[in-house]
């Protein structure tokens, strides 16, 4: 369940900033290189599924071939207990030195004294520039961007060619279009297939409606949009499904126990669907369908009104690290090195190295080429990523369709639902 999973139990796993207290602060610019006759252990931690693992352990030995004094042990898992282990380590003072961290964590980690601030020995020069700023948190920079995606909409051209319905123009349809397209295609296609997934219930949607409104989810000292204007969103969620564009809130709440696999759009019973754009690979293979990838609608019918951002997995130093030096080294290895981003490919998104991207993408064919010249062609138009949720904040997703479920079941209005979510997020990061 990649999409739906949230990770608010990874934010309270994190517990009580005492548990950070004992991890000491040091910066990794200390000026210092690595001693090639030192021996030397990394430990690496990361989540994925069994292909990243073999891409991942084929890199640590290209490296250790490199630096024959270093040596990588490896720690992986499932992501639903990863944050959970690494919790756990964190209050043991026995984090790994480097570790794969999630864009709604790294403040929670970071400013409880668990992520080291990386320095200028990590480089970032050649860098897609709207990926810099990935994992800066206030004067802080906790995280280094390690694959670049971004928050789009997948389509099925199947479901639309079956209603008879072209797709929209993603350079400057509107949230209004989006709705209307919807409702078009659930009228012409049979019950059980829907013009889109649920709105409401795709925690991304939210977040781009906060910025499209020049709102956020959170500022540097709280909350950063207003309980109306989420409102505003749900009410127009709503709206859809009473329209019939988007499915009713029985089907849309069954949707969340499903996998990424099992969901409408992947099994061809929604037009349109949430994602991220190297996403566009495995939701066509799962269809056997042509699946396109939309930019965000906007309010303005603008696409670079759509406030989209570039996003990925991101790696970080752990603060209780003894090889600091040789841990940068690594980074900049896995993130600048040709022939390792070449092994890794993008199973974790696009490689934020222009000249690694150019390089693997030129024999991309197919739905990659389609995700990889995406990232290209919407380079000018994307914008800074949201702000980082405050520590307390990081499991913002679920409150969110907690509530909206609420509101699709009508136990609560658009405006009662939005006014919960303010109120125990408020609560969640003043704990």
Known sequence: MVQR???????????AASMMAACGQSSPGGGGSVDPDEPITLRVAWWGNDVRNELTRKVFDLFESKHTNITIEGETGEFTNY?????????????????????????????????????????VSNFLESSKTVGVVGDNWYAVNGAVTERIYLANPEVFTAAG???????????????????EITKATPDGTWGSMHPALEQNNVLLWLLQHDQDLFTEEGLGFEPEVLAEFFAFSKQMSDDGGAPPASVASEELSKSTAEALLWSGK?????????????????????????????????????????????????????????????????????????ILGDERGLPPNND?????????EGPQLKAAEFIEETAEETGPPPVTPLAGGSGWGEVVIRHAQDMLFDRATPAEAAQNVYDELEAAINR
């Open 165 to 183: 319905v072209d797709l929209p123009e993603d350079t400057s349809w509107t949230w209004d279009d989006y709705a209307a397209v919807s409702a």
């Open 83 to 123: 944050f959970e282990r690494l919790s756990t380590q964190a209050s043991a003072r026995d984090l790994p030195d480097v570790i794969q961290m999630d864009a709604q964590m790294i403040r929670e980690y970071g400013e409880r004294g668990a992520l080291l601030p990386l320095t200028d020995q990590i480089d």
């Open 270 to 342: 929604a037009g349109l669907g949430n994602g991220s754009s190297n996403q566009v690979v495995a939701s066509s293979a799962a269809t056997g369908a042509d699946i396109q990838i939309l930019r965000y609608p906007s309010l303005t019918g603008k696409a670079v009104d759509a406030r989209a951002y570039v996003t990925g997995l991101s790696w970080s130093i752990g603060s209780t690290s003894d090889h600091v030096d040789a841990a940068a080294l690594f980074l900049n290895f896995i993130l600048n090195d040709l022939e390792a981003g070449t």
């Open 5 to 15: 999973r949230s990770i608010l139990g990874a934010g309270a796993a994190l517990g």
């Open 356 to 364: 690694i991207r150019a390089a693997i993408t030129a024999d991309f």
